[in-house]
């Protein structure tokens, strides 16, 4: 029955966690993880009071790569109204977003999607943390909505 819900969950592009569901777009290995893990970070409950509130959904950009030195893992987030989503089958995405950035010595693919889960996670997470950004994305949905009908 769980690895159904998984699935069903997964094949919407939602991410279902303890009665929240965080509406949005990752890549498909991220996905994964999540469906297997959940999230974790600290404002999830926030997070998705807010989510919930004002119709959004969340875009969430990674970029990683293995160098001689290290791993690195970018993680963006940013916002979009789903109703715009929903009639137009296209994300209109805030300027203003949060960027996290996690970096580990160990150079393997292992080691590199450990970071991916970690930074969506606290690129996430960072988003309520920084209400000036929170605010920012918040007004820029509003003028989205105002000329985008």
């Known amino acids: 029955m769980k690895k159904i819900i998984a699935l069903i969950i997964l094949a919407t592009s939602s991410t279902t966690y303890a009665d929240c569901v965080i509406k949005g777009s990752h890549n498909s290995r991220l996905g994964e993880m999540i469906q297997k893990d959940g999230w974790y970070f600290e404002n999830f409950n926030e997070l998705c009071e807010e989510l919930k509130q004002h119709d959004l959904g969340v875009h ?10 290290q791993t690195t893992v970018t993680t963006s987030v940013r916002m979009y109204p789903q109703e715009i989503y929903s009639k137009y089958g296209r994300r209109v995405l805030s300027d203003f977003g949060h960027t996290s950035m996690s970096i580990h010595p160990e150079k393997t693919t292992l080691r590199m999607e450990k970071l991916k889960y970690e930074d969506a996670n606290n690129a996430l997470n960072g988003v309520m943390s920084n209400k000036v950004t929170w605010n920012e994305m918040l007004d820029q949905m509003a003028y989205i909505r105002k000329y985008i009908k």
Do not use: K, P
């Open 60 to 69: 969430i950009t990674q970029m990683e790569f293995i160098s001689d030195a």
